[in-house]
């Protein structure tokens, strides 16, 4: 069955650089979410998407933003890069319907961003 | 603040005995828990759930026990393999709320043969 992919897998970038996450959800989920997960600590949430429209907003940077395009990818764009950027970042997806919420979401294998 | 608390990072238990994991929550519009297993360089992946009407839900070796009035609950895995080690954490959600979930920060789970 197919997953949620994301890439790159690992990404290593110098402070003050940008980086470009891309995650593609499972086909016909209409909902993506973006997590970060710091070493040692738990997933937190960033922002989320219904239908290509932003639905949700969580503890992301101002430096940090987010699309979902047409075709239901999206891509996470983080520009000047710190040090405390360095994380496991996480896309999952869904599909909104009656008793979804009972089966969570579907998680990507994640990027590792190291910001060096 | 945190709202899901897994207060133990770590268990270890011996192959075949029961592992039981807890996770606390302080917000009482949380009405859907879940927990998801995550194995190094991979995703979390869902486990099982269980919603706020019901204090029990069983899957095989796997059951999740809520009790609501005590803001607690605990997956239960019986016998424990080897397999099943890896980092499990719980999550919440609140109706209206997007179906965002709301991480503990996990806890690794050993499973010695």
């Known amino acids: 069955a197919a997953g949620v992919i994301q890439s790159p897998r690992h990404l290593i970038k110098e402070k003050r650089e940008t980086a470009t996450l891309k995650c593609y959800p499972i086909p016909r989920h209409d909902t993506v979410y973006w997590y970060q997960q710091g070493p040692g600590q738990d997933p937190q949430f960033l922002i989320s998407f219904y239908e290509k429209m932003q639905s949700d907003k969580g503890s992301i940077p101002d430096r940090f933003s987010a699309q979902q395009f047409s075709d239901y990818h999206s891509e996470l764009n983080m520009s000047s890069l710190e040090l405390g950027d360095s994380a496991l970042y996480f896309c999952?997806?869904?599909?909104?319907?009656?008793?979804?919420?009972?089966?969570?979401?579907?998680f990507g294998s994640g990027t590792r961003l190291t910001v060096v | 603040d945190q709202q899901v608390k897994q207060n133990s990072p770590s268990l270890s238990v011996q192959e075949g005995r029961i592992s039981i994991l807890n996770c606390d929550y302080t917000n009482s519009m949380f009405d859907y828990f879940l927990w998801y297993k995550k194995y190094p360089a991979e995703g979390p992946t869902f486990l099982i759930s269980i919603s706020s009407i019901k204090d029990k839900n069983e899957d095989g070796r796997f059951t999740v026990f809520l009790n609501k009035s005590a803001k607690h609950l605990s997956l239960h895995i019986v016998p424990s393999q080897p397999g099943d080690s890896a980092v499990y954490f719980c999550?919440?959600?609140?109706?209206?709320?997007?179906?965002?979930?709301?991480f503990g920060k996990g806890i690794t789970l050993s499973v010695r043969p």
């Open positions: 999952a997806s869904s599909r909104s319907e009656t008793g979804q919420r009972l089966y969570g979401y579907t």
């Open positions: 999550a919440a959600s609140a109706y209206g709320a997007n179906s965002k979930l709301t």
